[in-house]
């Protein structure tokens, strides 16, 4: 089992900044790739990052440019760095870390989720 614990989440204007942080416990060494999720009311859960070890950042084309992940190749921290936020960037973001057994089988852990919310 992995344990995911987000932190950096709150209120900011539009233009504003905001880093989310996310540590991993547990079974870390078992983690290929660590990213982050959101979740607006009423809409799906959506991809905002992602990355795996050795591999090159995964952006979705809405915060390419904006938003920045970062973290350790160990896969037991992940950093989102957010930048120019838009209202529409409000969600609960989620980290998430991902084990895979082989090719598109694989295990989700998921944190608590941290609400960031941008207002105009």
């Known amino acids: 089992q992995v344990q995911l614990v987000e932190s950096g989440g709150g209120l900011v204007q539009a233009g504003g900044s905001l880093r989310l942080s996310c540590a991993a416990s547990g079974s870390t060494f078992s983690v290929n790739a660590m990213g982050w999720y959101r979740q607006a009311p009423g809409k799906q859960r959506e991809l905002v990052a992602t990355f795996s070890s050795g591999g090159s950042p995964n952006y979705a084309d809405s915060v390419k440019g904006r938003f920045t992940i970062s973290g350790d190749n160990a896969q037991t921290t992940v950093y989102l760095q957010m930048n120019s936020l838009k209202p529409e960037d409000t969600a609960i973001y989620y980290c998430?870390?991902?084990?895979?057994?082989?090719?598109?089988?694989?295990?989700?852990?998921w944190g608590q989720g941290t609400q960031v919310t941008v207002s105009s």
């Open positions: 998430n870390a991902r084990r895979y057994w082989r090719a598109s089988v694989y295990s989700d852990y």
